[in-house]
């Protein structure tokens, strides 16, 4: 099932995305609610997906699937060419830092490049939304405890995650992580790890991958995750981007630059930079 977070007529409302319609949910809350209440709700959401009734999603404006996630953990280097390209050593431990809720931005909204900024970059990313979560979760159970997953961009403005040894502020820029379109359920999507990883700027294809490259993959990723902490639904968390930023070549967008990121199964999202006022 693909969920979506999206705005008509005034009002915000979670939503079934099916052939290029969305059909109100009829859940009053947001899409954490749902979440949370995902094993009671699937049959009628089931049953409202194959009755259709839904509005044309031209009709809408879409959201971040999750606009206010409790937790936004993002892991960096966890993809070997990606590593290669920085010139740092291989992680011996998972390398994970935050990003603020306030930089939670929607799928096609404009990205925000911050007055004074310089080095704005793009990290095209596979995001994993917690479903039941925990703590102290195995390996092994972890996919019981991914509600789904969808197209996100690690937006990064380098000068500043380059001047502290804490990189939650040079990741953190308001509209900063852009994700969706929706989430595909994990019981649609199965095995997240094989999954074409593309960004293009302007046209021009700048990333190009395969989740089977992580180097720590998802299920490693909560099992670390939930030993600090217990993960809740809603939660988010950006899994690495591959080779091709733009930090590698000294690239990075400008005011009128189109950031397309395209997931295979997922969809893709896209944003124009734009200066803040």
């Known amino acids: 099932m693909k969920l979506c977070t999206y705005t008509a007529d005034g009002r915000t409302r979670t939503g079934i995305v099916v052939d290029g319609t969305v059909i109100d949910t009829g859940v009053d809350g947001t899409m954490i609610d749902l979440i949370r209440q995902w094993h009671d709700l699937k049959p009628d959401l089931e049953a409202r997906a194959a009755a259709g009734m839904g509005i044309p999603l031209a009709a809408v404006r879409l ?3 999750v606009p206010r996630p409790g937790k936004i953990f993002a892991i960096g280097l966890n993809y070997a060419d990606h590593i290669a390209e920085t010139g740092m ?6 390398l994970w830092f935050t990003k603020a809720q306030t930089s939670v ?6 990205i925000l490049i911050a007055r004074g ?3 704005n970059d793009y990290e095209a990313e596979l ?3 917690i479903g039941p979560g925990g703590k102290h979760i195995a390996a092994a159970d972890a996919p019981a405890a991914v509600f789904g997953y969808c197209v996100g961009n690690d937006m990064t403005e380098r000068l500043w995650q380059q001047s502290s040894p804490q990189w939650a502020l040079g990741k953190s820029f308001d509209s900063h992580a852009p994700m969706g379109p ?3 359920t994990a019981d649609e999507l199965g095995d997240p790890h094989t999954l074409g990883i593309h960004c293009f700027v302007n046209g021009e294809l700048r990333q190009e991958s395969n989740t089977r490259h992580l180097v720590f993959p998802i299920w490693e990723q909560v099992a670390h995750l939930s030993q600090a902490m217990t993960l809740e639904p809603g939660d988010v968390l950006f899994t690495g981007t591959p080779a091709g930023v733009g930090m590698a070549t000294g690239r990075y ?3 009128g630059d189109l950031v397309r990121v395209e997931i295979e199964r997922l969809g893709h999202i896209e944003g124009t930079l734009q200066a803040e006022a």
């Open 63 to 65: 959201l971040a699937p």
């Open 89 to 94: 050593p291989k992680p011996e431990r998972q």
């Open 105 to 110: 931005n929607g799928p096609y909204d404009p």
């Open 117 to 119: 900024t310089t080095a």
């Open 127 to 129: 995001v994993a939304v």
């Open 182 to 184: 929706w989430i595909v």
């Open 253 to 255: 967008l400008q005011p």
